[in-house]
């Protein structure tokens, strides 16, 4: 399992400090988030050449760029115009994947209707970032909070070139156990977002990871037993970790590996 983190740990930093901090605190790739108006930039407006040009610099670097991450969603009305110019972002960024959202009904959509859209809406977008040489990337969230949910969305429309970004409070919040997820998700699990909290009077409040109640320990024990090669992905808002992004990032890794060696998982 390899690890990466979201610049929604570090909104504020510019492209250099990104680059060169993953590497120091042991993390092979990176998130980046898009349409968030983070400090890094990459966004639709940025020039194809400087696009390009990350690509490079993320590569001498040694980081990855995982996933360009969206908030995209398939029932957004202004899809086709939106879309095309991410997908373009993520193929000149050289990102595995593009991360979207399944989206919810609106209005008055029937249940055939909407599931009509969804399954007209994937084939579309999964073409689309297919011609980019990205693969379309959908995360559990509700109304497809589980993996099982998901899975069955994906297999029913039977696209090209789509991928899974497993987010485990999601899935928790939906009372799926790991092994469901993941037996659901199988090959088209891609990333992994690695996140706890625990429910109090106002809801769900984020907490670091093994002070909640999300089964953490059993997610990793459950994707180490299934041989899981793909990315964990660390993402939080705020101080959750530490003041300091750097800080913070150092904080979540040490966590992760304590984690991974109390069950004795080799992090690869």
Partial sequence: MKLCFSSFVCPDWNVEHLLAAGPRWGYT???????ARHAHGVEVYTEPYEQRHLRELLGRAGLEAVCLATSLCLTDPTLSDLLPERAALAGNLG??????YVGPRH??????????????????AAMLTEAENVELWLETFA?????AALAALIHETQPRHVGVVWDVLETHTAKESPETTLQALGRMLHMVRLHDARRDADGLLPVPLGEGEVPITDVLATLSAAD?????????LGNLYAVQPDEALESFHTRYQSLL????????
């Avoid at 990102?95 to 979207?100: E, I, K, P, V």
């Avoid at 109304?143 to 993996?147: D, E, L, Q, T, V």
């Fill in 261 to 268: 060696m109390k069950q004795s998982i080799a992090a690869r």
């Fill in 107 to 124: 209005g008055s959509m029937s249940d055939y209707e909407y599931q009509q859209v969804l399954g007209e809406r994937l084939r579309y």
């Fill in 95 to 100: 990102a595995r994947g593009l991360r979207m």
């Fill in 29 to 35: 790739g990176v998130e980046l988030r898009c349409d």
């Fill in 143 to 147: 109304p497809f909070g589980s993996g």
């Fill in 228 to 236: 899981y090669q793909g990315y964990i992905c660390g993402q939080w």
